[in-house]
Nanobody
Framework: QVQLVESGGGLVQTGGSLRLSCAASGSFFSINAMGWYRQAPGKQRELVAAITSGGTTNYADSVKGRFTISRNNARNTVYLQMNSLKPEDTAVYFC????????????????WGRGTQVTVSS
């Protein structure tokens, strides 16, 4: 089994910063890509940022220059540093792990954390 545990959400004022963390644990050998998605009320879940095991990153246009994704492969942890936060960043942020090679030999294509709330007040 695999677990993704997110932390670091909360309430912050416009212009503030937060750092999200997501730690993966369980019976697996490796994870290809890890990333963060978000879902605001009444909206679809959208990609915020992702990073491969090799360090290649991808960002949504709306967060480029403000958010930075990083990863510690040894700890199976992905981070999202969020600066210059805006009210429109308010959402539940979900950690995602992609292509998890499990010890039993299988491959989990897509796995989600439970989410952490980020609220940016104006």
């Amino acid at each position: 089994q695999v677990q993704l545990v997110e932390s670091g959400g909360g309430l912050v004022q416009t212009g503030g910063s937060l750092r999200l963390s997501c730690a993966a644990s369980g019976s697996f050998f490796s994870i290809n890509a890890m990333g963060w998605y978000r879902q605001a009320p009444g909206k679809q879940r959208e990609l915020v940022a992702a990073i491969t095991s090799g360090g290649t990153t991808n960002y949504a246009d709306s967060v480029k220059g403000r958010f930075t994704i990083s990863r510690n492969n040894a700890r199976n942890t992905v981070y999202l540093q969020m600066n210059s936060l805006k009210p429109e960043d308010t959402a539940v942020y979900f950690c995602n792990a992609n292509d998890i090679t499990v010890i039993t030999g299988g491959l989990i294509r897509n796995y989600w954390g439970r989410g952490t709330q980020v609220t940016v007040s104006s």
